[in-house]
């Protein structure tokens, strides 16, 4: 039988053999005065990203290499999307292309 | 941009350019623009006008229900002159600029009307908001007797030439001569997007004139 106190131990070990995969993470982008903020973002695959639009007019967030995209993101709203397994790499607004940011691969 | 283009562009914009460019200055909102109009009490220092001023033209400072107007009336005339791109624009790159035109300044100006509603203010034309909207209408008169490349570069040409003027505008007069808080915060929120404007129709003059 296992000692009450130690129970919780085990749980903790238990849950540590599941190391190896990295809970998602949420990450908030910003788009305020036509820059992304942070404009460059650490990542792994599965973590989910909020592009959240402070301008008065709607922006895109697009991967470079087409491989997603968030669609429109009218004027004080956001999109949602997540991090593919080749997520990383740069990103820029379809509509605005002098406004670029990327995507990291998070250690 | 060749000399022939440059020369249309500036025909085409010289009204409504001028008019931000020089005309705040002493903007008492007289319709005449008589030479001998006072400045705002307790105006800050003077600021140089830019590059192509007339002689005798000393910029000073407008009232923030000046500034509200012109900003209207800015938006209001580049978004006029996206929507006559949208219907003679023949470049599909033209066409996409002027379709963002619209809803960009669009949305400026809806947030525009909304800060100045909430703040009591009560927009006040002036020599310049109104040499904006009449040269606005001049261009795009012009404009209208253009087609085909002849008419896409004639918009893209005066669309630069507006948007360095506005940027200009804005760093010289606008936020400087803004009291409200608010108000001068706007001013500074708009400005990245004529500066992205300016160089999306920079990337397409470039463009049009390697296509030449």
Redesign the interface.
Request: charged share 15%.
């Given at each position: 039988m296992i000692p009450r106190l130690a129970r919780p131990a085990l749980l903790a070990a238990a849950l540590a053999g599941c190391a190896g995969a990295e809970r998602p993470a949420r990450h908030e982008i910003a788009i305020q005065?036509?820059?992304y903020q942070p404009a460059s973002a650490p990542v792994r695959p599965g973590d989910t990203l909020v592009f959240v639009n402070r301008?008065?007019?709607?922006h895109t967030a697009t991967a470079a290499d087409g491989a997603w995209d968030t669609g429109d993101i009218p004027?004080n709203a956001s999109r949602t999307v997540v991090v593919g397994e080749n997520g990383v790499g740069g990103y820029k607004c379809a509509?605005?292309?002098?406004?670029t940011a990327t995507l990291t691969q998070a250690r | 941009m060749n000399r022939s283009t440059r020369t249309l562009a500036l025909a085409l914009t010289a009204p409504a350019l001028l008019a931000l460019a020089a005309g705040c200055a002493k903007d008492d909102g007289n319709a005449n623009g008589s030479a001998d109009s006072t400045a705002v009490a307790a105006a800050p220092a003077p600021i140089p006008p830019p590059p192509g001023t007339p002689p005798g033209v000393q910029p000073s400072t407008v009232t923030d229900p000046q500034i509200a107007a012109i900003v209207v009336t800015a938006n209001a005339t580049d978004s006029a002159g996206g929507v006559l791109a949208l219907e003679k624009g023949t470049h599909a790159r033209v066409k996409e600029f002027a379709q963002?035109m619209v809803?960009?300044h669009g949305?400026?100006n809806?947030?525009a009307v909304a800060l100045v509603t909430r703040l009591g203010v009560t927009p006040e034309e002036s020599n310049t908001s109104r040499q904006l909207a009449q040269g606005g209408q001049q261009t795009r008169q012009q404009l209208a007797g253009l087609s085909g490349n002849g008419f896409d570069r004639g918009y893209i040409d005066a669309e630069v030439e507006y948007h360095e003027t506005v940027l200009h505008a804005i760093d010289t007069t606008l936020i400087p001569s803004a009291q409200n808080a608010e108000l001068k915060a706007l001013l500074?929120?708009v400005?990245?997007?004529i500066?992205?404007h300016l160089?999306?129709a920079k990337?397409i003059q470039k463009e049009l004139q390697g296509a030449q």
């Amino acid at each position: 039988m296992i000692p009450r106190l130690a129970r919780p131990a085990l749980l903790a070990a238990a849950l540590a053999g599941c190391a190896g995969a990295e809970r998602p993470a949420r990450h908030e982008i910003a788009i305020q005065a036509f820059v992304y903020q942070p404009a460059s973002a650490p990542v792994r695959p599965g973590d989910t990203l909020v592009f959240v639009n402070r301008d008065a007019v709607p922006h895109t967030a697009t991967a470079a290499d087409g491989a997603w995209d968030t669609g429109d993101i009218p004027a004080n709203a956001s999109r949602t999307v997540v991090v593919g397994e080749n997520g990383v790499g740069g990103y820029k607004c379809a509509y605005h292309p002098t406004m670029t940011a990327t995507l990291t691969q998070a250690r | 941009m060749n000399r022939s283009t440059r020369t249309l562009a500036l025909a085409l914009t010289a009204p409504a350019l001028l008019a931000l460019a020089a005309g705040c200055a002493k903007d008492d909102g007289n319709a005449n623009g008589s030479a001998d109009s006072t400045a705002v009490a307790a105006a800050p220092a003077p600021i140089p006008p830019p590059p192509g001023t007339p002689p005798g033209v000393q910029p000073s400072t407008v009232t923030d229900p000046q500034i509200a107007a012109i900003v209207v009336t800015a938006n209001a005339t580049d978004s006029a002159g996206g929507v006559l791109a949208l219907e003679k624009g023949t470049h599909a790159r033209v066409k996409e600029f002027a379709q963002r035109m619209v809803t960009d300044h669009g949305g400026v100006n809806q947030q525009a009307v909304a800060l100045v509603t909430r703040l009591g203010v009560t927009p006040e034309e002036s020599n310049t908001s109104r040499q904006l909207a009449q040269g606005g209408q001049q261009t795009r008169q012009q404009l209208a007797g253009l087609s085909g490349n002849g008419f896409d570069r004639g918009y893209i040409d005066a669309e630069v030439e507006y948007h360095e003027t506005v940027l200009h505008a804005i760093d010289t007069t606008l936020i400087p001569s803004a009291q409200n808080a608010e108000l001068k915060a706007l001013l500074q929120q708009v400005r990245p997007a004529i500066q992205a404007h300016l160089e999306m129709a920079k990337a397409i003059q470039k463009e049009l004139q390697g296509a030449q």
